[in-house]
């Protein structure tokens, strides 16, 4: 199984609500990322977890809140969201947690709609 | 911090070759990614240099010189199916940050 499983693929929101994006991945991979992509962009970096533990966050606003329940899984919290973070959030693992040396393997994403 | 340049676009006909450069600025090197992403899709791994040279994959090639802070995709015998975002990255030398350059969209045209 050398897939990244992301739910839902489609989100619509309204700035009130409450929501979460969900991923998951059964290689046992020990690092695991949340990607923001907008529009002809490349993805921007918002969270990694090492080892289920948060270890790099890039300054994202705390309307996005992570979480890693177990090695398998990472969800992305989301509350009062607004219409410029609408965009494609992809998920992400690889198989180190020190440090990248081989690829990471990612979801198809979640695309996201703040209305 | 990084620094990672890419050309924006790039066009090409089918059968032909295109080269895509990356040139980059980084603290402490840890090797250089290119990832293949067509439009609404999640980006695909295609390659990995960490030594100097040219690593070749079946069409696609990849090559690295660390001196010169430079790589280059190489994709040969183009088809319809190439048409996709070409994206670099570098990841920081500790740590799992990786960082993408703006990536190179290549259309490919009959």
């Known amino acids: 199984d050398t897939e990244v499983t992301q739910t839902p693929k489609h989100l619509v929101m309204g700035m009130t609500n409450k929501k979460s994006l969900k991923c998951e991945q059964h290689?046992?991979?020990?690092?695991m990322y949340w990607y923001k992509q907008k529009a002809k962009k490349p993805p921007e970096l918002m969270f990694v977890?090492?080892?289920?533990?948060?270890?790099i966050n890039e300054s994202v606003p705390s309307r996005f809140s992570p979480e890693c329940p177990n090695s398998s899984l990472l969800n992305l919290h989301l509350h009062a969201l607004q219409p410029e973070d609408s965009a494609l959030y992809l998920c992400?693992?690889?198989?180190?947690?020190?440090?990248?040396?081989?690829?990471?393997?990612f979801g198809e994403g979640s695309r996201l709609t703040v209305l | 911090g990084q620094n990672i340049d890419q050309p924006t676009e790039m066009t090409a006909t089918e059968g032909a070759i295109v080269q895509i450069n990356c040139t980059y600025q980084t603290s402490g090197f840890n090797g250089l990614f290119w990832y293949q992403q067509h439009a609404g899709e999640a980006p695909t791994f295609l390659s990995y240099?960490?030594?100097?040279g040219l690593e070749e994959k079946g069409r696609f090639s990849s090559f690295l010189s660390r001196s010169k802070g430079y790589s280059y995709l190489l994709l040969k015998e183009l088809q319809m199916k190439d048409s996709a975002s070409y994206l670099c990255a570098v990841p920081k030398a500790a740590g799992n940050k990786l960082t993408f350059g703006g990536g190179t969209r290549v259309l490919v045209k009959p």
């Open positions: 992400a693992s690889s198989q180190e947690a020190g440090g990248i040396t081989g690829e990471l393997f």
């Open positions: 240099n960490v030594l100097d």
């Open positions: 977890y090492s080892y289920e533990k948060l270890s």
């Open positions: 290689m046992g991979h020990r690092a």
